[in-house]
């Protein structure tokens, strides 16, 4: 493949390393465009007494004022081009194709998925539906707490049909550990 060829560690740091000098060069011209010249102004701030403070103009280079619009044009079209328009697109181009590629990757995966459910379904009864089974188990788990909390309450003083005390009680719940996870069983004791 194309992207283990080029995305290496080596290359990674080679882009990082143009990157930094394209932007470097692309500003090379502001760090001598202009120049700052201190002057002498007179304070606004103060009463009878005037105070001179230390300020501070702004003046353009030579080879700017020679031609100020063009620099100027030039500067921010190349801004526009090549700082925002050129890396914003080929970012939304690569987050288009990442999406698209996200998306394949689930179609196959639901593909594997169904043949693999196909062919467990064939060797072994296939279960369908494991959220429904867990939360059948979960139901199962709560009704049959309920009827054991509500045993606990009677002592064991059930009586049959015909009045006479029970010695046996309607329901046991007991939780066996399974390599699926905690599960119960709900049966009646032994030996009755």
């Known amino acids: 493949m ?48 005037v105070v001179t403070v230390v300020g501070c103009v702004k003046n353009y280079a030579a080879f700017v004022t020679y031609n100020m619009d063009l620099y100027f044009n030039v500067y921010y079209w190349f801004r526009v ?14 987050n288009a194709l990442l999406v698209r590629t996200m998306r394949q990757a689930a179609r196959r995966r639901r593909q594997l998925l169904a043949q693999n459910r196909k062919s467990e379904c064939r060797r072994r009864p296939c279960r369908r539906n494991a959220v429904a089974d867990e939360r059948l188990e979960t139901t199962r788990d709560i009704v049959g707490r309920i009827v054991e909390l509500d045993d606990a309450g009677d002592d064991g003083a059930r009586q049959d049909d015909d009045g006479r005390p029970s010695s046996r009680r309607s329901v046991c719940v007991s939780d066996v550990s399974t390599g699926a996870g905690s599960r119960s069983v709900v049966g009646w004791p032994s030996g009755t």
Do not use: E, W
């Not at 090379?28 to 009878?48: C, E, I, M, N, Y």
């Not at 081009?81 to 690569?94: A, D, E, G, K, Q």
């Open 2 to 49: 194309l992207a283990k060829k080029l995305c290496t560690i080596t290359n990674v740091l080679r882009a990082v390393v143009v990157i930094y000098a394209i932007a470097v060069l692309s500003q090379l011209t502001t760090f001598f465009d202009k120049h700052f010249q201190a002057v002498a102004v007179p304070s606004l701030v103060g009463g009878p007494d």
């Open 81 to 94: 081009i090549f700082i925002y328009l050129f890396p914003c697109s080929t970012l939304v181009v690569l």
